[in-house]
């Protein structure tokens, strides 16, 4: 049964950090892209980050460009987000989200399986 | 960045009725679009992708259709676990891009 479960949200400053990470099971992770998704309180869904299946590539949302950092050990099964500089509006339940399936060298990126989500909330 | 638009907001529905749900695209993205569940309190659950495809565990209830910028999530027969919120998603260019959600009602 795949599983992902998240920890390492809470109560931040703003200006502070906040490293989450999303323990996956179940499925092979070295064998995926992933994904962290957002949703503030009472809105919808946002795409944060990708990573590679072997870590090397990533992309990000402009919102987050240059103070959130994905990351992935394989050999832990685990996947990270490092966010820094957090604002207001980085307020949100963080998810990990697997990505689909690959045939050959092309992936499809809808995401197949959640994690339980992890409150961040950004405030003094 | 490619926009999703959903319409409606809200769909009141009665139980056994058929729901559908509109997804625009504000350019083509071929069929690279994901329709999600989410009932409160709980993470998005998959239910189609590729347009068309049903994901693992979904009735045949559910159906997709649409390719380009144009697609709709049917439900023939709502139940009432089925009452929930629907998003769209493409997945052909970064970055990943979700509708606003539809809120599928009990009428």
């Known amino acids: 049964e795949v599983q992902m479960l998240e920890s390492g949200g809470g109560l931040v400053q703003p200006g502070g950090s906040l490293r989450l990470s999303c323990a996956a099971s179940?499925?092979?992770?070295?064998?995926?892209?992933m994904h962290w998704v957002r949703q503030p309180p009472g809105k919808g869904l946002v795409w944060v980050s990708r990573?590679?299946?072997?870590?090397?590539?990533?992309s990000y949302a402009d919102s987050v460009k240059g103070r959130f950092t994905i990351s992935r050990d394989n050999a832990k099964n685990t996947l990270y987000l490092q966010m820094s500089s957090l604002r207001a509006e980085d307020t949100a339940i963080y998810y990990c989200?697997?990505?689909?399936?690959?045939?050959?060298?092309?992936?499809?990126?809808?995401?197949?399986?959640w994690g339980q989500g992890t409150l961040v909330t950004v405030s003094s | 960045e490619i926009v999703m638009t959903q319409s409606p907001a809200t769909l009141s529905v009665s139980p056994g009725e058929r729901a559908t749900l509109s997804c625009r695209a504000s350019?083509?993205?071929?069929?690279?679009l994901a329709w999600y569940q989410q009932k409160p309190g709980q993470a998005p659950r998959l239910v189609i992708y590729?347009?068309?495809t049903r994901a693992t565990g979904i009735p045949a209830t559910f159906s997709g259709s649409g390719s380009a910028t144009e697609f709709t999530l049917t439900i023939s027969s709502l139940q009432s676990e089925d009452f929930a919120l629907y998003y769209c998603?493409?997945?052909?260019?970064?970055?990943?891009?979700f509708g606003q959600g539809t809120n599928v009602e009990i009428k």
């Open positions: 989200a697997k990505s689909g399936h690959c045939i050959s060298s092309h992936c499809y990126f809808y995401h197949d399986y």
């Open positions: 179940g499925f092979t992770l070295s064998s995926y892209w």
């Open positions: 990573i590679n299946s072997d870590g090397s590539s990533t």
């Open positions: 350019q083509s993205v071929s069929s690279n």
């Open positions: 590729g347009a068309s």
């Open positions: 998603q493409q997945y052909t260019d970064w970055p990943l891009t």
